[in-house]
């Protein structure tokens, strides 16, 4: 395992026997983002089986390769539906997978059908949700990547440990464990955020998580969300072993991204840990860590009318390399190339 350090407090792990990284190779689209993705039609809505799912193609002749999106703890699917165009314009498919849709959400962004509480998610939803592109005649069945942010990160990896078939996973802001669920019907330290066939997952409980969402509500206060889960985690250290997502059992590559100072939660050390970890099983993972972004880091580094509010100058920065990075990272493992994996950003390590 091997670690450097870099400005902006950009880190990098490796594997031992992963392959050099020598000259620095963006492919030509990764080198803006897209300000106007290129006009789609909505191939096929997926069905009852997944609930909000929908399906599009790029331009051009396929089969394509395709991103599966999970979205965060915002729910419905206006995460799925911003990030779509971003890979459509690389030429992926996209299959957009929200998978519960709270009561507080706009109209818009809503999915009828879908839980209303963040508890005992099924994690087969991802397995049919792979079941189902693998049948499309649009997409490269062997070609098939996730690319989950903040819960949905916490998602894709905790499916990727268990469902056979991905080529690469990326997981923006993650978590290492299974936390425990929330919203209406969940029992405090009882209830938990993920299931698998059928039975909920073990999970890291909270401490005071109900007191700190209602600072968001609140005149005057100020909510940091990450406060009651890394008390949890304090408190609870004996749930942390059965909680811990299995990410050596992921084969795939595997990309990370978190942040030092992000509030919502510790997704710089989370990130740390599932590297470190999947280095030390010999297997390729890119992670980037930075120290003074937050929590806003699944974005292109360009700052738009709609995510003025959204994103720090810190967390614009962090984009600015993770994007073109994780276009790299999905063109090595999901395009067909000859060339060894490149990833702008990083340190090449010598051969």
Known sequence: MQYRSFPSSLRFVSAACAA???????????????AQAPAVDVKAEVGDLLTGAFFRVPEGTGPFPAIIILGG???????ARQKAPWFLAQGYAVL??????????SP??????????FHDIPIDRLETALAWLRAQADVRADRIGLYGVSKGAEFALAGASRIDGFAAVVAIVPSDVIW????PGTVTGKSSGFSWRGAPLPFVPFIEMNAEIAKLTTPGATARIRTPQDAGRK???ETVPAAT??????DEPVLVAGSDKDNTWASGEMAQAIAQRRAAAGLTTVSLIFGEAGHGLA?????????????????????????PTTLAFLAQNLKDSAKPAQYPGIARRAP
Not at 180 to 183: D, K
Not at 245 to 250: D, S
């Open 20 to 34: 050099a990284m020598v000259s620095l190779a963006v492919p030509a689209a990764a080198q803006s983002t897209p």
């Open 180 to 183: 425990e669920g929330w919203g």
């Open 96 to 105: 957009g997978l929200p998978y519960y849709s709270p009561s507080y959400i």
């Open 108 to 117: 818009d962004s809503s999915v009828p059908g879908l839980p209303e509480a």
């Open 245 to 250: 997502i299995a990410v050596e059992a992921i």
């Open 299 to 323: 974005g292109t580094g360009e700052r738009s009318p709609e995510t003025a509010s959204w994103y720090s100058e810190a967390d614009l920065a962090a984009q600015s390399i993770i994007w």
């Open 73 to 79: 703890s915002e729910g419905g699917n206006s995460a």
């Open 235 to 237: 408190a609870f250290p």
